[in-house]
């Protein structure tokens, strides 16, 4: 339908209340990065009032370490999800890769041919999901359930109810020390490399843009030469490798694995992204927010937990920033459109001249 | 035929409405007579739009007032509006596609039997009288999934009807229908206007308004500039009004020699769509497509361009064969596509002006792999220029324009990538006047520079004026070729509706 | 543009509600496949079919039948309920409690307190969706970290055993009637009241108005906040219930009751036949999809093969099930085109 409330042209040009609803959003979206910001700093205050040093660097290698693996799943995810589209099966696949990876390792497999065949499952299974989502067009949030219970389903027929240790110790380091000269753990170093990458990506490449593009308008995206359907596809395949490479990283800290690694973790890195303020519809957010956001529930976990807070209330805490950071930016709107139905109902239009709304 | 004597069924008198500082709608007044149907005309952003909302009860006025039967009324929302007996029917139908017919008629009034439990049978009963009123058929049972876009109009004015409404306000409503289709709908306003309704029709086709209506009022900047009887104004006293001022011509035309050829397709077949398409476009020269909407043009596009798979035949573009479906290998061919869906297909609405014109660009636009933001910028600008874009400032969202800007803006995007041949769907569908004007010199440009262009479009003016050639289709298949010295209404109109035997020229 | 007025055309009748007669067709494609698992799994072993195996089969799925209701009317609106599971954990300890405390507290009130339990919950999750207008996804993901954290405070690291719960209450959960348990048929007369209602009142109707084209039912004047607050508030007390039967089932719970349950009921309702997007599906359809997914479950292990195969074979069902569902649609929409096609004649 025509738009009439276009800026007039040509002699006035004036701005239009959906111009400045639409540009008010994209100082919006910084906006709510700058607010992450001050809930971060919030938090740190927070855990150093309980504990002096809570901000020392063996704390930071800690958090780090307990948030990686989640941390290295919400990277994809979030490109996911600018697309408009979801991945549940995220942990699942970190489980059945660390189960694969196991199993094969206690049947003599060396470690690095164990590793490659987990991340061989991982390609395999974000090929799955991609081509029922983008060839045959199914939709992604029942899809990703289905292969979440196929995934975790096959791990169970692979593994349970053993469980598998024996790890060589060389690699099982990482989940106790940190990089050498560092306080970073490397589930933490590789994290942050895997961000720059993503943040690159997402804001400053074509790629990018197009997956903006294909979250906001994906007809259109098509129609300017974008090939959505690849791009999907691929962004899945991405997923699974990733999460298997998570999966991995978790055995190993671990030293061991069993059929219901991670079971439950997906909820936790969709809260996550979505606390970082990525739109489920798609289209919105940047990867500093999910950074903030990883950094916001690792610092508040690890803050918690020096409290000797149950992980329960843990829980509880996450769920409550979740509903905070959805309620927030639609609560003004919320508020506005409240208003104008009471005015509607209350006042009646005189015949000549009403004070102008 | 003049409502003299009567009071008006619906008056709008002296109504203005404002947004913020934007004033949308500014002292209109307008005279609504039972069995009369009244054209509603005016550029885009005259605020017909927004008026046609005020009758609906979504937004209120600030000021003046409605009278229905010489009585003040106000709407606190559409209910109350349809209670009062205005129905609109939007340009695009909002139907239940999985809900049935009948359902979507009465959703909210579904008639009650025992126990307030819904009556199925004596739904589909009332259903099917208020088709008979209409004079049409359907099956109130079916699903609305699937229904034409003409039949889901049907259902809608049905719905109308089940409301005893006494104002219809028609927006843009044939847009989208065939030749035949609108025959049919004229016909049923026809049956209502008999019934004592008022009809309130808001087109852009100035022909259809005076083909249909009997009264006429013209829009500009939000005030009502003229209302008349039709037989007192002609064409060119609404487009003055419309416009305020003088357009010597509205569809200027230069000739060109044509060159090589740059498209080439050959038995071009999709299943089921449009089967056996051949034809060349050459450089220099404009080819429309024309036919009745559905006929396949716009699908015939979409496979050349590679968006839909075609199921056999060629498409060479300078001699080189097209893979099939892939858009990017088009584009790399040279070729480009306006699409016909300006907001779904063109353009991403949430984004800014800049980043829509870049979007096909993108690769150029690059360096190390990363987006050159000021790269991106400069093109923008020097497109926006070059087409006489008007917007206030480029990182505004695309959604902020009139929907002439954004055509320039989805024009832009394409013609930053230097194509040789320009696929254009419906180049001014739902534009003003004085932009349509600047398309077509743009269109006339382009050729004059050596592009080919092969145009679709469903106004047979704007054919006939434009085409070097037109190519008519019906139902999937070429019926006819004429030359410009050859086409004429007549002979096109008859190609496409297949009344005659068509002699290839 | 010369405009022709033609001849009406020709009527644009189509065979009758072909649409209806397929989706009717999914629920007895569904209660096809139930019956034929049922009847190969017997064939090999003949104590599938006896007594006490079927009564584990309905029990088995009737809980999951019964969030499969709830959902069913949260779906249908486009929008997804993820707390199921929690409530219902959370509602079978709060009365699995309140027993062991009170121990003659009336089953009745067992039950009422368990409804309301997950109804506050479904009006939070309502309200939310509705007046802030955020994604329910998000809303009811959220309220599952939250209800599953507070049961975790309150439970602490406890259990309610059997014990501790009336024989009166846990009744419920075994005694049968002609043969049929008590839970099944609780569960049967909510999908068929409720199924009942979706189909025959207005208020009902409007949830697949607003779950098929929002914009439109807004147009029509639908009250969708209010009707889309109900679906949560109803899913909500249909998940208190499902606590309470938990309990009256299994007689114990602890921290970890009903976790996980949220995606085996989409499954389930997916299986059967509901739209992931809205607009379309019934509870009957739900409720045979929860009965499906058992059934297969349980012939598994009658057929000896073992259970680990459960979720493999759950997650390959759901995945068969939604492909199946987009070629149906697909062939659909081609054969109302096609018929378009062929009257479009002048």
Redesign the interface.
């Known amino acids: 339908?025509?738009?009439?409330?276009?800026?007039?042209?040509?002699v006035t040009?004036?701005?239009?209340?959906?111009?400045?609803g639409?540009?008010a959003?994209?100082r919006g979206v910084r906006r709510w990065e700058s607010a992450l910001v001050v809930v971060l700093i919030g938090a740190l205050i927070f855990g150093s009032s309980e504990r002096p040093n809570f901000l020392s660097p063996m704390n930071f290698f800690y958090t780090g370490l307990n948030m990686g693996e989640i941390a290295i799943m919400a990277l994809p995810l979030t490109l996911i999800i600018m697309t408009g589209e979801i991945d549940l099966s995220v942990a699942s696949m970190l489980g059945l890769s660390g189960t694969v990876m196991g199993v094969l390792f206690s049947n003599g497999w060396p470690i690095w041919l164990a590793m490659a065949a987990a991340l061989v499952v991982g390609a395999l299974g974000g090929t799955l999901n991609g081509v029922?989502v983008a060839k045959?067009?199914?939709?992604s949030?029942?899809?990703t359930?289905?292969?979440?219970?196929?995934?975790?389903?096959?791990a169970?027929?692979l593994l349970?109810p053993r469980t598998i240790t024996g790890f060589p110790l060389s690699l099982t380091k990482i989940g106790v020390v940190p990089i050498q000269g560092t306080q970073l753990a490397y589930s933490t170093a590789i994290f942050l490399v895997m961000a720059v990458v993503a943040g690159?990506v997402l804001h400053?490449?074509?790629l990018g843009?197009?997956l903006?593009?294909i979250g906001?308008?994906p007809?259109?995206?098509?129609?300017?030469?974008i090939?959505v359907n690849r791009i999907k596809i691929w962004l899945y395949v991405v997923s699974g490798v990733v999460c298997a490479f998570a999966g991995i990283l978790l055995t190993l800290k671990n030293s061991s694995v069993s059929y219901d690694a991670g079971?439950?973790l997906e909820?936790n890195v969709?809260?996550i992204v979505?606390f970082g303020g990525v739109s489920?519809?798609g289209?919105r957010g940047t990867v500093i927010g999910v950074v903030l956001a990883v950094a916001i529930v690792g610092a508040l976990q690890q803050a918690l937990t020096q409290m000797n807070v149950?992980?329960?209330?843990?829980?509880?805490?996450?769920?409550?920033l979740?509903?905070i950071s959805?309620?927030i930016p639609?609560?003004g709107?919320?508020i506005r459109r409240?208003r104008d139905r009471a005015r509607?109902?209350a006042s009646?239009?005189?015949?000549?001249?009403?004070p102008?709304? | 035929m003049t409502q003299s004597s009567a009071a008006p069924l619906l008056m709008v008198r002296d109504v203005s409405k404002s947004f913020g500082p934007v004033a949308a709608v500014q002292g209109v007044s307008l005279p609504l007579y039972a069995g009369e149907a009244h054209a509603l005309l005016g550029e885009n952003g005259a605020g017909k739009s927004t008026l046609v909302k005020i009758l609906a009860g979504v937004h209120g006025a600030d000021s003046g007032e409605l009278l229905m039967d010489g009585e003040p009324v106000v709407f606190k929302g559409p209910a109350a509006s349809r209670a009062a007996g205005i129905s609109v029917i939007y340009q695009e139908p909002m139907l239940f596609a999985d809900l049935s017919v009948a359902e979507n008629i009465f959703m909210g009034r579904q008639p009650l039997g025992v126990g307030r439990r819904i009556d199925r049978a004596a739904m589909n009963r009332e259903a099917t009288e208020v088709f008979t009123r209409l004079g049409v058929q359907l099956d109130p049972e079916r699903a609305a999934r699937g229904l034409s876009v003409a039949d889901q109009q049907i259902v809608e004015i049905a719905k109308a009807l089940s409301f005893n409404a006494r104002v219809l306000v028609m927006d843009e409503p044939t847009a989208a229908l065939t030749t035949v289709e609108v025959g049919r709908l004229f016909e049923v306003i026809q049956t209502l206007r008999d019934q004592g309704a008022a009809v309130l029709f808001i087109t852009h086709r100035l022909e259809e308004a005076f083909a249909s209506c009997q009264r006429v009022t013209i829009m500009r900047d939000g005030r009502s500039i003229r209302t008349a009887p039709i037989e007192d104004v002609t064409i060119d006293d609404i487009i003055r009004s419309m416009v305020g001022r003088d357009l010597d011509t509205l569809f200027p035309k230069t000739a060109t020699e044509p060159g090589e050829v740059v498209l080439d397709v050959e038995h071009l077949c999709r299943g089921g769509v449009f089967d056996d398409i051949s034809f060349q476009v050459r450089r220099g020269e404009i080819v429309a497509l024309a036919g009745l909407v559905g006929a396949g043009r716009s699908e015939v596009a979409r496979a050349v361009f590679g968006i839909d798979r075609r199921t056999s035949g060629t498409v060479r573009v300078h001699g080189a064969e097209l893979p099939n479906g892939k858009p990017l290998a088009a584009m790399n061919a040279g070729v480009a596509l306006v699409p016909e869906d300006r907001r779904q297909q063109g353009l991403v609405m949430e984004m800014s002006i800049d980043q829509n014109v870049a979007l096909a660009s993108l690769g150029r636009l690059r360096r190390f792999g990363l987006i050159r933001r000021s790269s991106e910028r400069e093109l923008a600008t020097t497109w926006a220029g070059r087409l006489q874009l008007k917007f206030s400032r480029m990182g505004n969202t695309v959604s902020t324009l009139s929907g002439g800007n954004q055509q320039k803006v989805v024009l832009g995007k394409w013609l930053a990538r230097n194509p040789s041949l320009l696929i254009i769907d419906e180049p001014t569908r739902g534009i003003d006047v004085g932009t349509k004007a600047e398309v077509h010199r743009l269109l006339n440009g382009l050729v004059a520079d050596g592009v080919a262009v092969l145009m679709i479009s469903s106004e047979l003016p704007e054919v006939l004026r434009m085409a070097d050639r037109v190519l008519v289709l019906r139902e999937g298949r070429i019926t006819a070729e004429f030359t410009r010295a050859e086409a004429d209404e007549d002979s096109v109109m008859r190609a496409a509706t297949g009344q005659s035997p068509v002699v290839a020229a | 543009m010369s405009v022709i007025t033609a001849p009406a055309p020709a009527p644009t009748d189509r065979p009758v509600s072909r649409l209806e007669s397929l989706l009717r067709a999914r629920e007895l494609g569904i209660a096809l496949a139930i019956i034929v698992v049922f009847g190969l799994t017997t064939l090999n072993n003949h104590a599938f079919a006896h007594a006490a195996s079927i009564q584990q089969l309905l029990n088995g799925a009737a809980l999951i039948a019964l969030l499969g209701v709830g959902e069913t009317l949260v779906i249908v609106t486009r929008n997804v309920d993820l707390s199921v599971g929690s409530v219902v954990g959370l509602s079978a300890y709060i009365i699995g409690d309140l027993f062991k405390h009170n121990h003659d507290m009336s089953v009745v009130l067992g039950f009422v307190i368990a409804i309301a339990v997950g109804a506050a919950i479904g009006a939070i999750n309502g309200l939310v969706t509705t007046v802030a207008r955020v994604p329910s996804l998000v809303v009811t993901l959220a309220m599952l970290y939250i209800v599953r954290g507070f049961d975790g405070v309150i439970v602490n690291g406890k259990t309610i055993d059997p014990d501790s719960i009336p024989t009166a209450f846990t009744a419920v959960g075994y005694r049968t009637l002609f043969g049929i348990p008590w839970l099944a048929i609780i569960v049967a007369v909510v999908v068929a009241a409720v199924g009942y209602a979706m189909r025959s009142f207005r208020s009902s109707r409007d949830l697949y108005a607003i779950g098929s084209n929002p914009d439109a039912a807004e147009l029509a004047g639908i009250p969708a906040g209010r009707r889309v607050f109900t679906a949560f508030l109803i899913s909500g007390a249909l998940a208190g219930l499902a606590g309470a039967l938990f309990l009256a089932l299994h007689a114990q719970i602890d921290v970890s009751g009903g976790s996980g349950y949220e995606l085996t009921v989409v499954a389930a309702v997916v299986v059967g036949g509901v739209a992931i997007f809205g607009g379309s599906g019934t509870v009957l359809g739900a409720a045979l999809g929860a009965v499906l997914l058992n059934t297969i479950n349980q012939a598994l292990v009658a057929s000896k093969v073992s259970s680990f195969w459960n979720g493999a074979i759950a997650g390959g069902l759901l995945l068969a099930a939604i492909a199946f569902d987009r070629w149906l649609s697909l062939r659909v929409a081609r054969s109302l085109q096609s018929a378009e096609g062929a009257h479009r004649d002048l």
């Open positions: 339908m025509t738009s009439d409330m276009a800026t007039k042209t040509p040009p004036r701005r239009s209340v959906v111009e400045t639409k540009r959003l994209w029922l045959v067009g199914l939709p949030i029942a899809v359930i289905g292969t979440l219970t196929l995934f975790r389903g096959i169970v027929i349970a690159v400053a490449t074509p843009r197009a903006v593009a906001l308008q007809e259109a995206a098509q129609f300017a030469g090939r079971t439950g909820l969709v809260a979505l489920i519809f289209g149950q992980p329960e209330v843990q829980n509880i805490v996450i769920g409550v979740l509903l959805v309620v639609n609560s709107e919320a409240i509607r109902h009646t239009p005189s015949p000549r001249n009403s102008n709304a």
